[in-house]
């Protein structure tokens, strides 16, 4: 019998959602709460706004986060799904940290593509302690990711990146030392491509056609020219001048069939591992692919610099 696919163990939305609780932290969220067939409280995920309200009072009942909230028509992500990648992310820093979780703000992590919602650096400070670096193309974004920050008193440098051509390049400083870079990238190859996808997504769900976004986006958090692989493999190109300075590369590949050209491309920069780490959301399966220069000796020694 096939088992459903589970959060992370360590995911604080493993067991679902406690309504009665985020309710109670943020009151605002049930005029949005509607009851399933199955008579249990939910949202409804086709509504924007329903989706964001949730995303607040997620972040502000298990994350302390008081105050969020994104521009119209912005990437809204979901939160259980993107919490995972940090805590997967943490159990390969333990690999060269005598299996042992790494925590507090001497670990430091590069978040590309921050956007608007700056949800990696919020939730993967608050559970592990980590320092994060935020970059983006999009200045709309970096308003947005700013004001989280002020609003809520964190501190997170968040860089621009001025040329789209570039991902780590004009974003690294030479004084920096990253432990792990994390990226969720563009997935499609063009807005038709983007528009299909959508498509297709209700249509699984039994929704019918839509060209609706219940999690929002601009084009530059959906597609680029060349889709993921193309972005993945400009990522990878550019990894190979910072070999020094960070010690794992990551980022989600939302298509398996992708993963083969991408082993292919890691394969000819001669990286010393190579990792493919599945994540589970319900009935849906994602994962990232994790790269690094460093032998194994020479990551434990990274970290342990990191705990001096």
């Known amino acids: 019998m096939a088992t459903k696919a589970k959060l992370h163990s360590r995911n604080q939305h493993a067991q679902g959602y406690d309504f009665a609780r985020l309710v109670e932290q943020t009151p605002e969220l049930e005029a949005f709460t509607i009851l399933n067939p199955a008579g249990q409280t939910t949202i409804d995920f086709q509504d924007p706004s329903a989706v964001r309200m949730l995303n607040r009072a997620l972040l502000k009942t298990h994350y302390d986060i008081e105050y969020w909230d994104i521009p119209p028509g912005y990437l809204c992500p979901p939160i259980?799904?993107?919490?995972?990648?940090?805590?997967?992310l943490a159990d390969l820093l333990s690999d060269g940290n005598?299996?042992?979780?790494?925590?507090?703000?001497?670990?430091?992590?590069?978040?590309?593509?921050?956007?608007?919602?700056?949800?990696?650096?919020l939730t993967g400070q608050r559970e592990y302690g980590w320092h994060f670096t935020g970059s983006d193309i999009d200045a709309v974004a970096l308003k947005?990711?700013?004001?989280?920050?002020?609003?809520?008193?964190?501190?997170?440098?968040?860089?621009?990146?001025?040329?789209?051509?570039?991902?780590?390049?004009?974003?690294?400083?030479?004084?920096?030392?990253?432990h792990l870079t994390m990226c969720n990238p563009p997935f499609h190859g063009s807005q038709e491509s983007a528009n299909k996808g959508t498509q297709r997504k209700w249509a699984n769900l039994g929704k019918g056609r839509s060209t609706k976004l219940n999690f929002g986006g601009q084009n530059a958090e959906l597609w680029?020219?060349?889709?993921?692989?193309?972005?993945?493999?400009?990522?990878?190109?550019?990894?190979?001048?910072?070999?020094?300075?960070c010690l794992w590369f990551t980022s989600l590949v939302s298509k398996k069939d992708n993963l083969s050209p991408l082993n292919r491309i890691l394969k000819k920069a001669n990286v010393a591992d190579c990792r493919i780490v599945e994540m589970a959301q319900g009935q849906k399966t994602s994962r990232f692919i994790a790269w690094t220069y460093k032998t194994k000796s020479q990551r434990t020694a990274f970290m342990k610099t990191a705990r001096a």
């Open 80 to 88: 259980p799904g993107r919490v995972d990648y940090i805590h997967h």
């Open 98 to 121: 005598d299996q042992n979780i790494p925590r507090g703000d001497q670990i430091r992590a590069l978040d590309i593509g921050t956007g608007a919602s700056l949800i990696y650096p």
């Open 224 to 245: 680029c020219p060349g889709g993921e692989i193309k972005f993945v493999a400009r990522m990878v190109e550019q990894s190979m001048d910072f070999t020094k300075q």
């Open 144 to 178: 947005s990711a700013r004001h989280i920050c002020e609003m809520n008193k964190l501190s997170i440098p968040l860089r621009r990146q001025n040329n789209p051509k570039n991902i780590f390049r004009g974003v690294i400083q030479p004084n920096d030392r990253f």
